[in-house]
Nanobody, 117 residues
Framework: QVQLVESGGGLVQAGGSLRLSCAASGRTNRINDMGWFRQAPGKERDFVAAINWSDSSTYYADSVKGRFTISRDNTKNTMYLQMNSLKPEDTAVYYC??????????WGQGTQVTVSS
């Protein structure tokens, strides 16, 4: 099992920045990829960004490219999401997730990000 705990959400004005953290514990040696997803009220959960735990390859949704940066610190088993130039449409609950094989099968509890206009 893998346990994930997010932190770093909050309220920020449009154009501002936030950094989210996701601390992983448990069988972290089984993780291949970790990712960030978000869910706005009344909408489906969407992919935001992902990072390969071995080679740090990164992937981004088009909507956040150039504004968000995903990174990881293997020594701390922690993943980060640096969010710059935030927009009101970035408002959502942000979830981190871990993938062992073909799907994300471990999820955190989520952290709220609210961007005011």
């Amino acid at each position: 099992q893998v346990q994930l705990v997010e932190s770093g959400g909050g309220l920020v004005q449009a154009g501002g920045s936030l950094r989210l953290s996701c601390a992983a514990s448990g069988r972290t040696n089984r993780i291949n990829d970790m990712g960030w997803f978000r869910q706005a009220p009344g909408k489906e959960r969407d992919f935001v960004a992902a990072i390969n735990w071995s080679d740090s390859s990164t992937y981004y949704a088009d909507s956040v490219k150039g504004r968000f940066t995903i990174s990881r610190d293997n020594t701390k088993n922690t993943m980060y999401l640096q969010m710059n130039s935030l927009k009101p449409e970035d408002t959502a609950v942000y979830y981190c997730a871990a993938k062992r094989y073909s799907k994300y099968d471990f999820w955190g509890q989520g952290t709220q990000v609210t961007v005011s206009s």
